[in-house]
């Protein structure tokens, strides 16, 4: 794929802050209309863009519907409908010594927006966050990975049959193409990713002193205590390190499991993994396969110590790994160091959940944490630890609630979106105070003649 030069990129930046700057963006009318044009689209695109995320990643198409294609569809439907409301000045409590003053906040459009996106949600990602800069009234200039090309080129299609390029345009290319992006000034970047890039595209940002929304991942551990539902818990852990072959940033991680129930707990994992997938997984129309294979060299040196208790089978011709359980894992080795990002599941025990505690809190804040046991006892362990987001007694799904703020903390992300925090997080709440002329109270003037009336009010 052609990368975009330089002056390329400059000119599509020149021309996105021209049009912003015509004001057409900060039309509610207009951005429903585009809203709902993007939609159409989707839905017209909807097996092209299935059919790249096979060629990219072996996604079925129910997972690439499920998790990518409807998450996106979904949002825009829920902005659609509620955008009228988000958009309008909110009415804010006026206090006594403000009277006769009303106060406001107006919610403006930041301005031309920057969104890079991963591979491995590559359509969901880049298009659910387009959504909030639409939505919000942005001008967005997109950057799609390259290590997943076909869709990379589906998506620049649908983009250029949906939007005029001043309004939202594509660009293609490797490192070389963002860190001429990064170089350049925006009102907004928006970035998902690894911990470790996150901080290259902050410092960029720092430069022109702009607002960034980080996504980014982690260890997100897995809890399971003795009081759990085994066979439900093996089930769900099964489904969230298993869709796109453990390639999520908010897959279970690393699993911290009661002594007493580990070793049924593995058991069943390992069977909820072949009722899915059958005997022969790598048969399967439904397991992904690994992107590329640098990242399957990778995620093989972290198979090199503990000791593998369910599974473990590789073909590199193939980029496949079959789900893989790890027994036996301290905290020093490879897999226990680093984001796993692959259908390898390492596993710790503890006797007291206070063990499990200790360790999460002691390592970086994760982008999303699970436990499974008693409601009660859920709530003591999350109150005793953070997160970006986390469920209790599943996986995964504090994702599809598009009422839910989604991001990380520290070292997991910046910023929330989805749904009206997507709104939210590509706006500027601007704080409006507005005062008649018919009366001007001299309490705040000097030389302060009423202050011990003001005093007492304040």
Known sequence: MEPTSRENIENILKKQRDFYASQQTKNIAFRIEHLKRFKVNIKKYESRIADALWKDLHKSFEEAYLTEISIVTQEIGYHIKNLKCWAEPKRILTPIHLLPSSSRIIYEPLGVALIIAPWNYPFQLLMNSLVGAISAGCCAILKPSPYTPNIARVMEDLI??????????????????????????????????????????????????????????????????YDANIDVAAKRIAWGKTINAGQTCIAPDYLFVHKSVKDELLRKIGESIETMFGKDIQKSNYFPR???????????????????VYGGNSDIDDKFISPTIIDEVKPEYPVMQ????????????FENVNEAI?????????????????????????????????????????????????????????????????????????????????????????????????????
């Open 358 to 458: 200790t360790f999460i809190n002691a390592n970086e804040k994760p982008l999303a944490f699970y436990y499974f046991g008693k409601c009660k006892k859920a709530k003591e362990v999350l109150q005793s630890t953070t997160s970006g987001g986390a469920c209790i007694n599943d996986t995964l799904m504090h994702i599809t609630n598009h009422r839910l703020p989604f991001g990380g903390v520290g070292n997991s992300g910046i910023g929330k979106y989805h749904g009206r925090n997507s709104f939210l997080a590509f706006s500027n709440s601007r704080s409006l105070v507005t005062t008649p002329t018919w009366i001007d109270l001299p309490l705040k003037y000097a030389p302060f003649k009423y202050f011990k009336l003001v005093r007492k009010i304040i």
């Open 290 to 308: 690994i992107v590329n294979t640098q990242a399957f060299m990778r995620l093989q040196k972290l198979l090199q110590r503990g000791k593998v």
């Open 338 to 349: 680093e984001e796993i990002f692959g259908p390898i599941l390492p596993v710790m025990t």
């Open 160 to 225: 250029h049959e949906t939007f005029r390029n001043d309004y939202v345009e594509i660009i293609q290319g490797n490192r070389e193409v963002n860190s001429v992006l990064l170089e350049h000034r925006f009102d907004i970047i928006f970035f998902t990713g690894s911990p470790a890039v996150g901080k290259v595209v902050m410092k960029a940002a720092a430069e022109h002193l702009t607002p960034v929304v980080l996504e980014l991942g982690g260890k997100s551990p897995c809890i399971v205590d």
